[in-house]
C-alpha cells in the first residue's frame, strides 16, 4: 500500500476526529443557563450557551428545586423538547418559582444535563 493511501485512510475523518464537533458524538452539556421572568407576568426567558454540535435541545422543568441526574430528571421533571434557544416558557402561574436544567442533544444521544436556573413570575 502506498505510503499516500495509508495517509489518507489513517486521517479520513470518517475514521478518526480530534474535535469536540463530531457529529457522531453526544453534544457537550449546556453552559450558562439563565432564568429570567419575562415583561409578560406569565413568563420567564431561557438562555444558554450553545453548543455547537447540538441538533435540539430538552428544557427540564419543575416547581420545585431539583439537582436529579439526567436519568432522573426524566422521570421527575416536566420536559419540553425540540426547543431553541432562547426559549420562552408561556403561561405560567403568576408568583410561582420555576427551575429549569438544559440538556443538547444530536443523532448520538446527549452527555447531560445542565446546571440549575431559577426564577419566579411576578
Not at 427551575?99 to 419566579?120: D, K, L, P
Amino acid at each position: 500500500m502506498s505510503t499516500r493511501i495509508l495517509a489518507a485512510l489513517l486521517f479520513s475523518p470518517l475514521l478518526f476526529s480530534c474535535g469536540g464537533d463530531d457529529p457522531l458524538m453526544p453534544p457537550a452539556v449546556p453552559g450558562n443557563l439563565v432564568a429570567e421572568a419575562g415583561p409578560n407576568s406569565k413568563q420567564i426567558t431561557l438562555n444558554w450557551n450553545a453548543v455547537s454540535n447540538a441538533t435540539s435541545y430538552t428544557i427540564f422543568w419543575n416547581t420545585v428545586p431539583t439537582q436529579a441526574k439526567f436519568k432522573d430528571a426524566e422521570q421527575k421533571d416536566q420536559r419540553i423538547d425540540g426547543v431553541s434557544n432562547p426559549f420562552t416558557h408561556d403561561n405560567l402561574t403568576i408568583g410561582q418559582d420555576y427551575y429549569y436544567r438544559v440538556a443538547a442533544f444530536n443523532q448520538a444521544g446527549s452527555r447531560g444535563i445542565s446546571e440549575q436556573a431559577s426564577a419566579t413570575t411576578p
